[in-house]
């Protein structure tokens, strides 16, 4: 039986703890996080635990649903167009709507 068969993958919650781990191999009292996704979701959790410890976080995209089919097939659309003609603009464009969600243009008439 291979190690991925066996593994339990931690919940959010065991992986907002791991960072007292890191935090005490490090000599750390507080920290100032950023995360992004997954990582943003995860210290908005560990900020919510132990406030004690968080000085500011910057945090993007930290949702906590699972992506949609339409997201999932975007997101293979696009690394397959990112390895075959790099970053182009329609890559870009997904990117921006990914972490920030529909983007309104402002143009400004100087």
């Not at 703890?17 to 995860?42: C, D, K, P, T, W």
């Not at 995209?61 to 990112?82: D, F, M, P, V």
Request: with cysteine.
């Amino acid at each position: 039986m291979a190690i991925r068969d066996r593994y339990i993958y931690p919940t959010m919650e065991e992986l907002s703890e791991q960072i007292l781990f890191v935090m005490s191999h490090y000599a750390l009292r507080s920290v100032i996080g950023f995360g992004v996704g997954v990582g943003a979701n995860v210290l908005a959790r560990f900020a919510l635990a132990h406030p004690e410890k968080v000085e500011a976080l910057c945090l993007v995209n930290c949702l906590s649903t699972q992506a949609g089919w339409i997201e999932w097939g975007y997101q293979k659309l696009n690394s397959r167009h990112l390895r075959s003609k790099g970053m182009t603009q329609a890559v870009l464009d997904y990117l921006m709507w990914h972490h920030f969600g529909r983007v309104k243009r402002l143009k400004l008439h100087i």
